[in-house]
């Protein structure tokens, strides 16, 4: 039984870190996608100051940077809900277990 609990856990973190790292190298690409266009479609766009793609730019990054800031914090919320659940219900199984063996020492 605990080490069912103990692999559920370790399961759980490894998918974890794994959403992590996979949810930051996305974002690493669009990050770097985002500097290549501006970079090299530039000079195509002469409509478009200077001044102008870089509030643009700076926009796209604040964007991204809240919408990885809010995924993170989802995904925090939702880990702290399922332990402090999980916790919840092994401590009720706990003291069921407790209350099982007093009185069975009873009889």
């Known amino acids: 039984f605990f080490f069912f609990i103990f692999f559920l856990f370790l399961i759980l973190f490894?998918?974890?870190?794994?959403f992590l790292f996979l949810f930051l190298f996305l974002f690493a690409l669009i990050y770097i996608y985002i500097f290549f266009f501006f970079i090299f479609f530039f000079p195509f766009f002469p409509f478009l100051s200077f001044s102008f793609s870089f509030l643009l730019l700076l926009l796209?990054?604040?964007?991204?940077?809240?919408l990885s800031f809010c995924f993170l914090l989802i995904l925090f919320l939702f880990f702290f809900l399922f332990f402090s659940l999980l916790s919840f219900y092994l401590r009720v199984d706990f003291n069921s277990l407790a209350n099982y063996n007093i009185e069975f020492r009873r009889q």
């Open 60 to 66: 796209l990054f604040f964007f991204l940077s809240c």
């Open 14 to 18: 490894f998918f974890f870190f794994l």
